[in-house]
C-alpha cells in the first residue's frame, strides 16, 4: 500500500500546518534502527528521535515483542474500578528511577495531558490545604509545555499562542527567561527577578511550572541548575507547587536521568512523557509526591478530577516497561556522553558559518541557532537530499538523535548540518547577516 499523497494534501492536518498551503510531506515506508526509509527507497538517518521519543530507535526487538506480547493478552481495558500488571509494573519502574519523595503516579495519554494534570494537582493541593486564592500558574519565558488550554496558557506569551486566544486563555505569571547559563552561579538578575515575582505574585500563585535545565520547542534554550535551586528555596518560602516538565528531558537526554538530577532538586510534581514508551506509542506520567496527593484529596472535591478513556493503557504500559528496562540496562549514560563529545567536536565547525548565531550542546542535544529564519520546505529538501532527517524551526536546527546511533550515523547528520547551514537558499532572507 503507497501513501496517497493526494489525499493527504487534500484532508489530513499535520502539525502546524495550513490546509490550504500544505508544504511537502514526505512518505514514511518502514523505520528501523536509526533509519527512516521513504517511500521510494531512499534512507535517512533520523536526526530527530521523532520528536525526543524514539531514544532506543525504531523496531527495537525488545519493545515489538513487548507490544505483541501484550496485544495478544490485552489491548486495553478501562483503568476505572479495573487494574493490571503491566500499569503497576510500570508503577514500580518509575518510583524506582525518580526522587524517593515523588510516590503517586497519573498516567496520562500524552504529553499535555499530564501538564494539564499536573496543574489541576497543584490547585486542588491548594484548595485541600485551604489556599484556594491561590489560582494562577507562573512560569518563566521562552516555555513550551503542550497545545491543550491550560498547557498553552504557560507557553511563552510571544512565541507560544496567547494572542491567538488571549480571551480564552488563563492569564499566567510571567518570569524572564533565565540568564543563570550552564554550570553557572545563579546570575543577580535571575535572583532578583524572582524576588520581584515573589513579591508581587505569591499571594495568588499556586504552582510554578518549568522544563528543568532545557527549554525545549519554545527556543532549544538551555540555563543553569543554581537557578532550579533557588526556584525551589523560592517555592518553598512562599508555599508555592513547584513542578517540573521533564517531557523532553526525562529518560537520560542530558546526560542525568532526570534534568533535575543536575541541580539535585526534586519537585513536587512531575511530568514525564515522549521517551517514556521510547517512541512506540502515546504514554505519559505525573508523578507527585504524598503531601501534593494527601492535598488533592482534603479539597471539596475528595478526589482528583481527572480520568482519561485510555488512562493506563496496558499496552502502552507494556511497551514502556520494555523501554525503562533497556534504560535500566545502562547503556543510556555512555552513550548520551559519546553523542554529546562527538556533536561538540562536530557542530563547533559550524559556528565559523556566516549565518550562524551560536551553537550549543547539552547532553545528546545539539542546537545550531542561525541569524536568520530558515525556509523550512526549503532545508528539509537540502536534509532529504543529504540523507538525513532534521526538520528545524525559525531559526533552530537541532538534532537530539537516538541513543544508539554509531559515530558513522552521527557524522552524516553533523556533517549535513555543516554543508546545508553553509548553503543561502536555505535562509528566508537572502541578505547576509550583519553579525
Ligand atoms: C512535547 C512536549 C509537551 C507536550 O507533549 P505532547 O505529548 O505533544 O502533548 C509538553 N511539554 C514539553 C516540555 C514537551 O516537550
Not at 522544563?211 to 518560602?237: I, K, N, W
Not at 543510556?332 to 561538540?344: D, E, F, K
Request: aromatic share 8%; net charge negative; charged share 15%.
Amino acid at each position: 500500500m503507497k501513501t496517497d499523497l493526494q489525499f493527504d494534501r487534500d484532508h489530513l492536518w499535520h502539525p502546524y500546518t495550513s490546509t490550504s498551503h500544505p508544504l511537502p510531506c514526505y512518505p514514511v515506508a518502514r523505520a528501523q534502527g536509526v533509519h527512516i526509509e521513504l517511500e521510494d527507497g531512499r534512507l535517512l538517518v533520523d536526526g530527530m528521535s521523532s520528536w525526543w521519543s524514539t531514544i532506543h530507535g525504531y523496531q527495537h526487538p525488545t519493545l515489538s515483542a513487548a507490544a505483541k506480547a501484550q496485544i495478544d493478552q490485552m489491548s486495553h481495558v478501562m483503568f476505572g474500578g479495573l487494574t493490571h500488571a503491566p500499569a503497576t509494573e510500570l508503577g514500580k519502574k518509575l518510583l524506582s528511577m525518580t526522587a524517593p519523595a515523588l510516590n503517586k503516579i497519573f498516567l496520562a495519554d500524552s504529553g499535555s495531558v499530564s501538564v494539564e494534570v499536573a496543574l489541576k494537582m497543584a490547585l486542588q493541593y491548594q484548595q485541600g490545604i485551604g489556599q484556594a486564592q491561590r489560582s494562577k500558574i507562573m512560569t518563566i519565558r521562552g516555555g513550551y509545555h503542550g497545545d491543550t488550554f491550560a498547557a498553552m496558557s504557560v507557553c511563552d506569551p510571544i512565541n507560544g499562542m496567547h494572542s491567538l486566544f488571549q480571551d480564552v486563555l488563563a492569564q499566567s505569571h510571567f518570569l524572564p527567561r533565565p540568564q543563570t547559563g550552564l554550570n553557572e552561579p545563579l546570575h543577580p538578575a535571575d535572583e532578583a527577578a524572582l524576588q520581584q515575582a515573589m513579591a508581587r505574585w505569591s499571594d495568588d500563585t499556586a504552582a510554578v511550572i518549568v522544563e528543568p535545565m532545557v527549554q525545549g520547542a519554545g527556543g532549544m534554550y538551555f540555563y543553569g541548575a543554581s537557578y532550579l535551586q533557588a526556584l525551589r528555596r523560592h517555592c518553598d518560602q512562599q508555599g508555592i507547587v513547584l513542578i517540573f516538565d521533564e517531557i523532553a528531558t526525562g529518560f537520560g537526554r542530558t546526560g542525568r536521568l532526570f534534568a533535575y538530577e543536575h541541580a539535585e532538586v526534586v519537585p513536587d510534581i512531575l511530568c514525564l512523557g515522549k521517551a517514556l514508551t521510547g517512541g512506540t506509542m502515546t504514554l505519559a506520567a505525573t508523578l507527585a509526591t504524598d503531601a501534593i496527593a494527601a492535598g488533592v484529596c482534603a479539597s471539596e472535591a475528595g478526589v482528583f478530577m481527572h480520568g482519561p478513556t485510555f488512562m493506563g493503557n496496558p499496552l502502552a504500559c507494556a511497551v514502556a516497561n520494555a523501554s525503562l528496562g533497556l534504560l535500566q540496562q545502562d547503556h543510556w549514560q555512555q552513550q548520551v556522553t559519546a553523542l554529546s563529545q562527538q556533536m561538540q567536536t562536530e557542530l563547533a565547525p559550524c559556528q565559523a558559518l556566516p549565518h550562524v548565531a551560536n551553537v550549543r550542546i547539552f547532553g545528546a542535544i545539539g542546537v545550531v541557532e542561525t541569524h536568520t529564519a530558515v525556509d523550512g520546505a526549503a532545508i528539509q529538501q537540502a536534509f532529504v537530499e543529504r540523507g538525513v532527517w532534521i526538520r528545524p524551526f525559525g531559526k533552530l536546527v537541532y538534532i537530539m538523535p537516538p541513543y544508539i546511533m554509531n559515530p558513522t550515523e552521527l557524522r552524516q547528520l553533523t556533517h549535513a548540518m555543516h554543508q546545508v547551514l553553509a548553503l543561502d537558499h536555505v535562509y528566508l532572507s537572502d541578505s547576509m547577516p550583519v553579525s
